[in-house]
């Protein structure tokens, strides 16, 4: 990625998209000081002036700056890519979760979870697919058992079942 | 007195009352140790269950949990990387450090150590000087309020390490996130974009959850167990109990004025209403670093910056608790929800509480005098089992973690929307973190965001838009200047000298 467009670039990029947005809401309420009091609009009205000032610095920094050796990462010997499939992986699977958690429930939706993110780790650690199912399948039974008791028996919460 | 609070020790040796207390110590220690869940989370859970108990037993239960809950956020920071509690993220900048370097024992030996002494002091301050200290707390107008607070959000932003500007941005889009929900001085929804899970805004347990575990579980989904290994590599030693006591030249490292200081700093800040273990172990460890010997050990493993944080989140219970018995202000979350029990019971906090009630009030005292000792005691029962914390199979703990913190974040409000949120701002602080944003400021943004906010507009109002209202008040005076002097002594004094000796270099 050139120097233009790498990481840093584009998350700034994302923080100016993302205070843009939050700017928007700011027009619909009342100016500050309009009736001689500060206001809703006040401090986010700072903030979002803040946040715009300093993402331009940001870039521009980045812009100027001398061209970075990127820093060794450690690769995985069993998963190409980790350092981005992981990330990726967990946020949908954690994003997959919620979902099932609400249409399916506590116990479907945590053993899967579990059970998926036991397997991933100890997959990649070991490169044996036939351990991490068994300690996938065994974390998956203790962590849901567990949380079960602790939030629904212990605490008497209730948590979703099977609710279509 | 004296007599009614020796009846409240006496109380403790009654088994039950005693069961009460270890029980709550014990609770208090699973909740803050697992990331997600809280100190508050617990006592917020005990309340309906309080119905069924005597008073006198509820306090020492609630007690045992506070001064157990503030204490165990330190140990995941320390050993995983995750605080268990808010109020221990600054322990684990300096324990987990610690921690990579095979100093695990002793990190978790001296935030015991510190969190008993600062516990003990707190104790003794509220016991001996609840009712003078509280007034004096309670002459802090809204602008000394407001400068306190910018004062903990300078700090905090100040001893982030890396780029000042991305600090200060991460600390911007904390603030920002607590703006999103109702205004706190009007009846107007802000940053709903018309949704009304919004309205309410972000609440804190998913705030933190996402900071904290959702960020650490996605960052490690990425990281080769390769790493791991290395890292543990220095921590291959069987532990011992008697490795938790921290080493007489540690002790002399971190120096008896600064547990005394830090755990002074830790009552203060917890007596003034918004206060709280987070801020008093901010600025304690702010403290710390700008009267250090060796400052440029902070941030890389300092047995000073350790001490300071542990000493004043704890010290801050006996402090916060001042206010709420003395005037009925509570000082933090846990305070507030203690005042729920006492009026459960049918005791209104307030200036006449202690008058009328100091006896059904000393077991708690005691409690919380006890329950300090037990934080030492605990890191030599269970020391050895906390550390095999950062040994046990990643899966396993990556599972556990992911699994109770979102379950906890639906069980403390019952709402979808809130797991959401915590995946969310889990992802956005992973971004921060990959980039160099560091994600401490943005959580003590979405703290006191709401307290700053306050805190500045009704100063404005008072002083009809007038900003030198801030430079008016003397505690407000010197606070700004205090300010002043953290900024000068750890961002631009230290960036001078480097730049000269960056010139002295040749080239």
Redesign the interface.
């Given at each position: 990625m050139t120097r233009s467009l790498n990481g840093q670039v584009l998350f700034a990029f994302a923080l100016l998209a993302l205070n843009t947005i939050y700017a928007s809401q700011i027009f619909q309420m009342e100016r500050p000081f309009a009736s001689g009091e500060p206001g809703p609009a006040f401090l986010p009205m700072l903030l979002c002036g803040f946040v715009y000032i300093a993402m331009i610095r940001i870039l521009l920094t980045e812009w100027r700056a001398e061209p970075a050796a990127r820093p060794a990462v450690m690769q995985s010997d069993v998963i190409p890519k980790l350092q981005l499939v992981g990330p990726v992986g967990a946020i949908a699977l954690i994003a997959l979760f919620i979902i099932g958690f609400f249409y399916a429930g506590y116990v479907v939706a945590a053993s899967l979870y579990t059970f998926t993110i036991a397997f991933f780790f100890n997959h990649e650690q070991n490169a044996d697919w036939k351990r991490a199912l068994v300690l996938g399948v065994v974390t998956s039974v203790v962590i849901t058992s567990f949380g079960w008791l602790f939030f629904v028996k212990l605490f008497d919460l209730y948590l979703p079942m099977w609710e279509f | 007195m004296i007599a009614e609070l020796a009846n409240g020790f006496l109380s403790l040796a009654h088994p039950v009352t005693f069961l009460y207390l270890v029980g709550g110590f014990l609770l208090g220690l699973i909740f803050g140790a697992i990331p997600g869940l809280t100190a508050t989370l617990a006592i917020a859970?005990l309340l309906p269950f309080t119905f069924g108990m005597a008073v006198s037993d509820a306090l020492v239960m609630v007690a045992g949990i506070y001064m157990a809950g503030i204490y165990s956020g330190s140990i995941t920071g320390i050993t995983l990387n995750i605080p268990g509690a808010p109020s221990g993220a600054i322990t684990t900048i300096e324990g987990n450090a610690l921690m990579k370097k095979g100093e695990g024992m002793q990190a978790l030996g001296m935030s015991a150590l510190s969190s008993s002494i600062g516990g003990l002091i707190g104790t003794v301050v509220l016991i001996t000087l609840a009712q003078p200290i509280s007034s004096i707390a309670l002459l802090f107008q809204t602008p000394d309020k407001f400068s306190l607070v910018l004062l903990a959000v300078v700090t905090v932003t100040i001893v982030s390490s890396g780029?000042l500007?991305?600090a200060?941005?991460a600390m911007?889009?904390g603030?920002?996130i607590s703006?999103v929900g109702m205004?706190p001085?009007?009846p107007?929804g802000?940053?709903d974009?018309g949704s009304y899970h919004l309205i309410e805004g972000v609440n804190l347990l998913p705030a933190v959850i996402g900071l904290f575990a959702?960020c650490e579980?996605?960052?490690?989904?990425?990281?080769?167990?390769?790493?791991g290994q290395?890292e543990r590599l220095a921590n291959v030693q069987k532990p011992r109990r008697k490795d938790f006591i921290p080493h007489r030249e540690r002790i002399r490292e971190v120096g008896l004025f600064n547990y005394i200081k830090s755990s002074v700093i830790g009552v203060v800040i917890g007596m003034l209403p918004g206060g709280g273990a987070s801020m008093a172990s901010f600025i304690a460890y702010a403290e710390a670093k700008r009267s250090a010997k060796k400052p440029e050990k902070f941030g890389n493993g300092s047995y000073e910056g350790l001490a300071a944080s542990e000493s004043s989140n704890n010290a801050m219970c006996g402090g916060a608790v001042i206010p709420l018995l003395t005037m009925g202000i509570p000082g933090d979350a846990v305070t507030a929800i203690i005042f729920g029990v006492l009026l459960i019971h049918g005791l209104v906090p307030g200036p006449a509480l202690l008058g009328e009630n100091f006896g059904v009030i000393a077991p708690m005292f005691a409690a919380l005098f006890v329950a300090s000792i037990f934080v030492f005691l605990s890191v030599l029962a269970f020391g050895p089992l906390y550390l095999r914390l950062s040994q046990i199979?990643?899966?396993?703990l990556?599972?556990?973690i992911?699994?109770?913190s979102?379950?906890g974040v639906?069980?403390s409000s019952?709402s979808?929307f809130q797991?959401?949120m915590a995946?969310a701002i889990?992802?956005l602080a992973?971004?921060m973190r990959?980039?160099?944003y560091p994600v401490v400021p943005a959580l003590m943004g979405i703290i006191l965001g709401p307290f700053?906010?306050e805190f500045?507009?009704r100063s404005?109002?008072v002083s009809?838009?007038d900003p030198t209202i801030f430079l008016q008040s003397p505690a407000s005076l010197v606070l700004l200047i205090l300010t002043g002097i953290f900024i000068w002594l750890l961002r631009i004094r230290p960036a001078r000298q480097a730049k000269r000796q960056e010139g002295g270099v040749p080239s």
């Open positions: - | 859970l780029s500007l991305k200060t941005t911007a889009i603030l920002m703006t205004d001085m009007a107007v802000r940053f974009f959702v579980m996605i960052a490690q989904s990425g990281m080769s167990a390769k790493l290395v199979n990643r899966g396993f990556y599972a556990f992911g699994l109770i979102m379950v639906y069980a019952f979808i797991m959401w995946l889990g992802v992973f971004l990959t980039f160099g700053f906010e500045l507009r404005l109002i009809k838009g």
